[in-house]
Structure formats: structure tokens, C-alpha cells
């Protein structure tokens, strides 16, 4: 047992040397904010995130790395470690009160175990059981905190790992975080597609990229306001040779949320939210009939329901998308604007990258009756007429990577909004 532990360690040393270096990717921001405040970065192709201060610079490091294992001296104290029970504590100290979430992830870059929950600042005992033998990495991500640490088990194990939370000390001090200028490390391997989202105040943007060198990524923040004060994430798609658009780059999720009856044009904005549930609406974003959309003016290009600066965007908007841009062609364009992953879209999520930041989410949408298709598709008003009943619009699903347009489609559905800047 002890000689295949062995190899199995000689085997992952072997191939991190096959997989090439690591980079450093640092941040900055230009338009309406020039310093960066956080930064959330996921990969795409294994799904895990971590988050760091604009000022500090993310690693990049073979997925199979194995460095060396965290001392007392590191903000994440794992013992034992190596564990030959399949059982660890995890100790760390957060500095400030809110989300955390710790991630268990394999050497592929799969996420094991995870626990996600509110906690106070101070410091915090977690309980990993059942951990199978193999390499893994623990993510741990909080406010204005990150950090990565290495974890072996040395032992055969039955059923699911899981990570517990064992209690928390908010009297314990956190002078042993990281400083505001870290450096963050995060598993990748050649090839991966990383979404970056920077935020700086109420500005929020999102930029895709795969990494072949040392680099800064740059978020052009650009205001993005509706009516009621929600703020949006914006991505910008195309080439400086095709043309570049800017998007939101999350659904629109304005005006008063009616319930069982028709939109109408009463000078309120109105929206449904999917099965009449306010939470679908907070994740979803709100569904609109054409009318209400474009507040009645039936004009393509208005601003309608959009924030200031901003517009819904009309059919030749949406077909620069695949025509234009390196999204293209339209059987493909839909896997590079679909969220990745299973979270909210059904599996399969057919060619689902998400290497455009658009970020697609299937909202599902209401004919004048009845709900439908939540998790299965997302569906997205043009401001372009077919008279006299009809109005062209775009299509999302779980079951293929195209990005389908339709004019069949009665102007009294309600559909999601994304808007598109002036």
C-alpha cells in the first residue's frame, strides 16, 4: 500500500512538469473606475472560484501542483496533514463578518465537498470526514480574504467527503490574514477559460480570457443603473476589427412585481416573476412583455425599461452577436453565452463555455397563462416589430449550444431583457 501511495505521488510530480508554468495575472480598471475593489475569478471548465482584493495578484498554478503543505505560520491550519483516517480539522480566521465558503477540490479541478453559510469574524474550526485517498486542494473564500492550501489523504474511504463547520471564536484576533496586497493562488490547467468579475463601488464588470502568459486584466466599468437603483455587471463582446458591444451582462430585474394579471401600460413598470416567487426574480431577473419592455412606444432602439445610456437591443443588435463577432456562427454562439456548469441550467447544458461573460440564465418565461421552461431555456425580447402581433426575439437551451431568433412569437409573452449600451 505504502509502494502505490508512492508512485501515485512520483506520477503527479511527473505530470506537473508536463503541464508547463504557472502565471501571474494582476488588475485594473479604466473608464468610470480606475481602482479595483474586489475580484471574483472562476474556471470555467472546473467551476471553482476564488476571490481577491483588486490590489492583489492571482497565481496561476498547475492543477496537479502539489506544493508544500500549510505550516502555523499560513492563514489556513489544517491537522492533521497528511490525514490517514479520511478525517481533518480546518482552522482559519476571517477578518470580517459574512459569506465564506470553503471548497474541497481534487487534482482534476472537481469540486469534492463544499460548504457555503454566514459566519462572524474571528476564527473558524471546520471538520472534513470520509476523505478518499488522493491530492487535493481547500479553497477558502471570504470577505476581502482568500486562500489555498494543500491536503493528502492517505487512506481508503466509503461514501460522500463532506465538510462540516465545528464552532467559531469571534474573539480570536486576525493579525495572521493576509495583507491587502496578496498573492492568491488558484489550480489551472492550459487551455481553461477564466471569468473575471471586477467591482468597484456600484460598477461591476466581467472579462473572460485564457491565459498563456503574465498579464493585467483591465475592466472597463461603465455605469449601469435601472430605475429602481439595481446595479448590473456589463461584458463587452466583439473585436476592435468586427466592432464591440456592450452588454449587460445579467438579466434586467426592474419594476413592481404584479401577480396572475396582464402588464399594462399604466406609467408603472411591471414585471412577472417566474411562479410568482420574488427569489426567482433575485436570481432569474424579471419577465417582460414586449409592450411593457419598450413602455409602449413601439419604437426599435428604445430605451424602454433600460437604464439610462442603454437600450433594448434591436435585431440586427442581437445578430451582430453571431455575425460579427468570434461567437459565431449561430449554432455555436449559444454554448459561449450560457452560464457553465449545472447550477441553474439542466444538464446537459449542451456546449455551455460561457467564454463570452454574456452569462446566460435559463429564466424560463409566461405566455399569457402560464409559466414555463425555467432551467431549460432563456428567451430575449428584440425591439424590432413583425406587425401586427409579433415581435423578433432570441433563444437560449439546455439541449444544444445554438442561439436560435424566431418572429413567431406574440408580443404578450414575457420574456427576460437583456439591454445593450448606446
Known amino acids: 500500500m505504502k509502494n502505490t501511495f508512492t508512485c501515485i505521488l512520483f506520477l503527479v510530480f511527473v505530470v506537473l512538469k508536463l503541464q508547463g508554468q504557472d502565471y501571474f495575472i494582476s488588475f485594473s480598471g479604466s473608464g468610470a473606475a480606475t481602482q479595483v475593489g474586489t475580484v471574483e475569478v472562476t474556471n470555467q471548465n472546473s467551476g471553482t472560484t476564488v476571490t481577491l482584493n483588486g490590489g492583489d495578484l492571482l497565481h496561476l498554478i498547475p492543477a496537479l501542483g502539489i506544493n508544500p503543505i500549510n505550516n502555523q505560520e499560513t492563514p489556513v491550519q489544517i491537522f492533521p496533514n497528511p490525514t490517514f483516517d479520511g478525517s481533518a480539522v480546518i482552522r482559519f480566521i476571517t477578518s470580517e463578518t459574512g459569506k465564506v465558503v470553503v471548497n474541497l477540490i481534487d487534482i482534476s479541478g472537481k469540486i469534492v465537498s463544499q460548504s457555503d453559510m454566514m459566519l462572524k469574524r474571528g476564527e473558524h474550526d471546520f471538520e472534513i470526514s470520509a476523505l478518499h485517498r488522493g491530492f487535493y486542494f481547500l479553497s477558502i473564500s471570504s470577505p476581502g480574504h482568500s486562500a489555498i492550501a494543500k491536503l493528502i489523504s492517505n487512506t481508503e474511504m466509503q461514501g460522500a467527503t463532506r465538510i462540516e463547520h465545528l464552532h467559531s471564536n469571534a474573539n480570536a484576533s486576525a493579525t495572521n490574514l493576509k495583507n491587502s496586497h496578496a498573492t492568491v493562488d488558484m489550480p489551472y490547467s492550459n487551455g481553461n477559460i477564466l471569468l473575471y468579475k471586477g467591482m468597484a463601488g456600484e460598477y461591476r464588470s466581467v472579462v473572460t480570457d485564457v491565459p498563456t502568459s503574465n498579464h493585467t486584466i483591465t475592466f472597463p466599468f461603465v455605469s449601469c443603473k435601472d430605475h429602481d437603483g439595481n446595479t448590473y455587471a456589463t461584458v463587452q463582446i466583439g473585436t476592435l476589427k468586427s466592432g464591440v458591444q456592450t452588454w449587460m451582462a445579467e438579466n434586467l430585474n426592474v419594476g413592481v412585481r404584479i401577480q396572475d394579471i396582464f402588464q399594462t401600460n399604466n406609467n408603472v413598470i411591471e414585471k412577472n416573476c417566474y411562479e410568482n416567487m420574488d427569489a426567482n426574480c433575485n436570481v432569474y431577473g424579471g419577465l417582460y412583455t ?30 451582430e452577436l453571431t455575425t460579427w463577432t468570434s461567437l459565431g456562427p449561430e449554432e455555436f454562439a449559444g454554448g459561449k453565452m450560457k452560464e457553465a456548469g449545472i447550477i441553474h441550467w439542466k444538464s446537459p447544458n449542451t456546449g455551455a463555455t460561457n467564454e463570452s461573460g454574456f452569462t446566460g440564465l435559463p429564466a424560463g418565461l409566461k405566455t399569457p397563462n402560464v409559466y414555463g421552461y425555467m432551467g431549460e431555456s432563456g428567451h430575449f425580447w428584440s425591439s424590432t416589430e413583425i406587425p401586427p402581433i409579433n ?25 427576460s431583457i437583456r439591454c445593450i449600451k448606446n
Do not use: M, R
Not at 299 to 306: D, K
Not at 392 to 414: D, K, P, R
Open 391 to 415: 415581435a423578433w426575439s432570441w433563444g437560449l437551451v439546455y439541449s444544444n449550444s445554438s442561439f436560435g431568433f424566431t418572429g413567431t412569437i406574440e408580443q404578450g409573452w414575457a420574456f
Open 290 to 319: 414586449w409592450g411593457e419592455a419598450l413602455q409602449y412606444t413601439g419604437l426599435e432602439g428604445a430605451q424602454g425599461i433600460c437604464p439610462g445610456g442603454w437600450h433594448i437591443p434591436s435585431k440586427d443588435e442581437w445578430s
